[in-house]
């Protein structure tokens, strides 16, 4: 009796989860639409010197960058807590963060190059700020592949979370670099050494109103697909045991 009450009330927690996943899903998916009204529809286009219309792409570039350098965070954070406990639901959610991070990662890539071939000039240039970003996306790229080299579960999850969390330490170095050091890419919020870069083209509160609410949007898409993935990769683990219990049976 206690087991099917046990199992009934695991069901029911499974799916109050699930109708939680999609509903941050139906209102991210709204938001987005609400987002791009706001930035093509409402906001004001940039000056020459921000690139004209094509600044609109900053809207989309801070809010994917917010995520993809986050997500760094949230990995290493699951990788200390699995550190503390040794509990592999920690390291689902750092796995899951990390997949997320480079999605956000390359997005930002690219629309800081589609930004920046009007603003610069050019398509890619190696300041130590865009350096350091294309660095992050290769770290997280490995960050997958030590993962995927490694069977022993215990061993890949203590050597993922070790590397994750060295791996976070250049996300406030890359916040920092163009604060710190003469570089072509703004500023945009806070001090910098470079005067005429020290909060880029400015951000008027028009702009921000509209910049807050593709932050919370993005981070929104970043909860659904954290939520999503975790359950997708618990359903991994449990499948992998059941068949690994067949065969010592």
């Known amino acids: 009796m206690e087991g099917v009450l046990s199992t009934q009330a695991s069901a029911a927690q499974g799916q109050s989860r699930e109708s ?18 706001m930035v093509f529809v409402i906001a004001p286009p940039g000056d020459v ?27 290493a954070f699951c990788g200390v807590r699995y550190l503390q406990t040794r509990d592999l639901q920690w390291d689902r959610r750092a796995h899951a ?11 930002t890539l690219l629309s800081g190059m589609l930004w920046g071939r009007p603003t610069w000039n050019a398509w890619w240039t190696w300041d130590f700020k865009l350096t350091l970003s294309a660095l992050q996306f290769l770290m997280y790229l490995a960050y997958l592949m030590l993962r995927g080299g490694l069977e022993n579960v215990n061993q890949r999850a203590r050597f993922a979370s070790v590397y994750g969390i060295v791996g976070a330490l250049t996300v406030p170095l890359n916040f920092l670099v163009s604060r710190v050091l ?17 909060g880029g083209f400015g951000v008027s509160a028009d702009r921000m109103v509209i910049l ?6 993005f981070t929104m898409i970043y909860l659904f697909f954290f939520r999503s993935r975790v359950a997708l990769l618990e359903r991994e683990d449990a499948l992998a045991a059941r068949k690994a219990a067949l065969l010592d049976a």
């Open 20 to 37: 939680l996943t999609r509903a941050l899903g139906v209102a991210a998916a709204v938001m987005l639409a609400v987002a791009l009204v």
């Open 49 to 75: 010197r921000s690139g004209g219309e094509a600044q609109r792409i900053f809207y989309f570039h801070l809010s994917s960058a917010w995520i993809g350098f986050g997500a760094w965070l949230v990995t």
């Open 97 to 107: 963060s990390a997949e997320i991070g480079v999605l956000f990662i390359t997005m």
């Open 182 to 198: 003469q570089s072509i890419h703004p500023a945009v919020f806070g001090p910098s050494v470079n005067a005429a870069q020290q």
């Open 212 to 217: 807050v609410f593709c932050l919370a949007t």
